[in-house]
Every structure is written in structure tokens, then in C-alpha cells.
């Protein structure tokens, strides 16, 4: 019986490694950090196990995802890639997006996230103001307001704004010509405002999320434009963080994903996508990412609600920017702030 046994035993084996090579790879690009994290621990294992597919993870920012994308035209190694929605505006202009198969979770999706014919939005961030609480109690301020508060001297020397080569102070920059004038197609008036007005507050125009905490932590800040995402991060550490929305509304800014042109797997890529657009993934994302669900039918905490732009009135109140005319001038913008802003 031992022989038979054995023989049946390395046939089993056999079996096992001819299923495992038989799955289809299906290739995912996107954030490191807390992000891949939530992937590979909470993500894929189901999604695996219902669609028979091993999911190899690719962790860079959205620019190196992008660069990825331009070097291996041709010859992709990802199957879906997931950016923010700038970035993604130009893979989808580039041609590296395919078309995405339809679903009926599209019909539960917000309007705000259909970014493009290739490309979906899978979480909502809100850019707006990030403030010490506790520190504006005590000199017996009221909550920032308007994106024109960062004019205000009292916030000389305690007020922090990523430059313009992150996207948080780029929607700054727009919103401050859009208030003054002007708007993407006319962006004079931000640089006046932003090199006159607001830069004389700025302590530092801080591009690191990391050391923007630390700038809060020791005190050195009360007030930042920020991500509502961020801004969870930061109040889940015990700091006393809160996020407000400008009455002219906060900038939606999204993690958004697509299917890659030329994948040998893109029912799954298709697939992939309508999964994490799911409600119970939704409500993961906002959880660990900090991005307010696009798909209508997730709930949310009331804690989580509180940080996280959240529910119809919300949402139909954040801005849209214009990537079609941003893209094109950034470059020549990240110069000319360099010169005129940063100065």
C-alpha cells in the first residue's frame, strides 16, 4: 500500500503545481505604503480565490506608474494601473487605457467619478484645510472658512502648503485664480495672489506628507492645505486634526484606476476594477486610505463620515479642475512658481 500511497501523493502534487501554473497573473500598479498593505492583505485573497487569478503587486507613486506606462509602450507589464486622477488623465490621453466593460455598479457610481471613457475614480479625497484644533481654540479662532483666509496675517509664519508639483498645492494655485479673475485658462491672477498675498504666511511649502505631520506635531504649524485623507491619518495618531471645507468648495482630488491597453488578461483587469468599486472595498479604501466612497451605496461611520467627503451633498459640492488644460502647462507652472512663489 506505501507505493500507493507515494504514487498518489506526487500525482496530487503534480495536480497542485499544473492548477497553480495554469492561473491566470493579473498585475496591479499602484501606491505603496498603507495602500499595498490593504491590497495584499485585505484585497486581492478574495478576489483570487472567486476569480481563479494570482495578483502580483507593482508599489510606485503616480508619476513612476506613469513613467512605467510611457517606457513599456508596447510591451506593459501591468494589467490594471491605479493613479491620481491628473496622472490618469494623461494615461487615458496617452492610449494606455482600454475600454472598460460595462457593469451595473457603474449605475451606483457618482458622475464626478467617471473621469474619462477609459477610467473610473475609485475613492474621492477633498483638498481643503487641515487645522490644529486645539491651537485655534485657544486663540479663539473660528475654523478657516475660505480658501481667501490664507491671506490673513495672523497666519503669518504658522501656515504650510505643498508646492505646486504636488497636486494639494496645485488646486491651491487654481483655486486662487479662479477667485480672483481667472482660472486653468487664465492662471495670472493665482500667481499674483499666491507670491503677493499667501506666500508672506508660509512658513515652508512642504512637499513630504511625513514631514507635514511633523511640522503639526512639534507645533511649528496650526494650518495646512491638506487632503482629507491626510488629515485622518494625522487625528488617528491622537493629534488634535481636523479637515475643513472651504465655502467655495474643497478640490476633488481621486485615486482612480483603468484597465491597461494590450493585457492578455483583461476580463479579470475589467473585473478587477468593478470589484473595488463594490461597496464592502469602498468602505475598506476609506477606512485605511482615507478616501470618501464614489460608489453611492457604501456607508460610512459617522467617525469616518466626519474626516471624508461623504454622501450626495458633498460630493456634488467639491470642484472639479480642468486636467485637460493643467497637464499641458505644468511643467512651464512648476517654473515659473519656482520663480515667482517659492522665491
Given at each position: 500500500m506505501k507505493p500507493v500511497i507515494m504514487a498518489l501523493a506526487a500525482a496530487s502534487s503534480l495536480l497542485a503545481v499544473q492548477t497553480a501554473q495554469a492561473q491566470d497573473t493579473l498585475v496591479v500598479g499602484g501606491y505603496g505604503g498603507s495602500f499595498e498593505t490593504l491590497m495584499k492583505e485585505v484585497v486581492f485573497p478574495e478576489f483570487e480565490k472567486t476569480h481563479d487569478v494570482t495578483i502580483q503587486f507593482v508599489a510606485g507613486n503616480s508619476t513612476e506608474n506613469l513613467a512605467r506606462l510611457q517606457a513599456q509602450k508596447g510591451n506593459q507589464e501591468l494589467d490594471v494601473v491605479i493613479l491620481d486622477d491628473g496622472p490618469m488623465y494623461q494615461a487615458d490621453a496617452l492610449g494606455f487605457c482600454a475600454p472598460m466593460s460595462k457593469g451595473a455598479v457603474f449605475?451606483?457610481?457618482?458622475?464626478?467619478?467617471?473621469?474619462?471613457?477609459?477610467?473610473?475614480?475609485?475613492?474621492?479625497?477633498?483638498?481643503?484645510?487641515?487645522y490644529n484644533t486645539e491651537w485655534f481654540e485657544?486663540?479663539?479662532?473660528?475654523?478657516?472658512?475660505?480658501?481667501?483666509?490664507?491671506?490673513?496675517?495672523?497666519?503669518?509664519?504658522?501656515?504650510?502648503?505643498?508646492?505646486?508639483?504636488?497636486?494639494?498645492?496645485?488646486?491651491?494655485?487654481?483655486?486662487?485664480?479662479?477667485?480672483?479673475?481667472?482660472?486653468?485658462?487664465?492662471?495670472?491672477?493665482?500667481?499674483?495672489?499666491?507670491?503677493?498675498?499667501?506666500?508672506?504666511?508660509?512658513?515652508?511649502?512642504?512637499?513630504?506628507?511625513?514631514?507635514?505631520?511633523?511640522?503639526?506635531?512639534?507645533?511649528?504649524?496650526?494650518?495646512?492645505?491638506?487632503?482629507s485623507g491626510r488629515t485622518k491619518s494625522l487625528a488617528d495618531t491622537g493629534f488634535p486634526a481636523k479637515f475643513a471645507y472651504p465655502k467655495e468648495g474643497a478640490v476633488a482630488?481621486?485615486?482612480?484606476?483603468c484597465p491597461v491597453v494590450d493585457s492578455n488578461v483583461s476580463e479579470a483587469a475589467n473585473e478587477f476594477i468593478q470589484y473595488l468599486l463594490t461597496p464592502e472595498i469602498q468602505v475598506k479604501l476609506a477606512d485605511v486610505m482615507g478616501s470618501g466612497p464614489v460608489n453611492r451605496k457604501a456607508e460610512l461611520t459617522e467617525e469616518q463620515a466626519s474626516f471624508l467627503p461623504y454622501g450626495p451633498e458633498q460630493i456634488e459640492n467639491l470642484v472639479a479642475?480642468?486636467?485637460?488644460?493643467?497637464?499641458?502647462?505644468?511643467?512651464?507652472?512648476?517654473?515659473?512658481?519656482?520663480?515667482?512663489?517659492e522665491r
Open positions: 449605475d451606483d457610481v457618482y458622475d464626478l467619478a467617471k473621469l474619462g471613457p477609459n477610467s473610473i475614480g475609485v475613492g474621492f479625497v477633498a483638498t481643503g484645510f487641515t485657544r486663540e479663539g479662532w473660528d475654523p478657516p472658512a475660505s480658501w481667501e483666509d490664507l491671506k490673513d496675517p495672523k497666519y503669518e509664519g504658522i501656515l504650510s502648503i505643498p508646492p505646486i508639483s504636488n497636486t494639494y498645492g496645485l488646486h491651491t494655485l487654481i483655486m486662487m485664480a479662479r477667485l480672483n479673475g481667472g482660472g486653468e485658462k487664465d492662471i495670472d491672477p493665482g500667481f499674483e495672489v499666491m507670491a503677493d498675498e499667501v506666500a508672506p504666511n508660509v512658513l515652508v511649502f512642504e512637499p513630504s506628507s511625513g514631514k507635514m505631520s511633523e511640522l503639526f506635531q512639534s507645533q511649528e504649524i496650526a494650518l495646512s492645505i491638506w487632503g482630488l481621486m485615486l482612480a484606476a479642475v480642468d486636467w485637460d488644460t493643467i497637464n499641458p502647462n505644468r511643467e512651464e507652472w512648476t517654473k515659473r512658481w519656482a520663480r515667482e512663489v
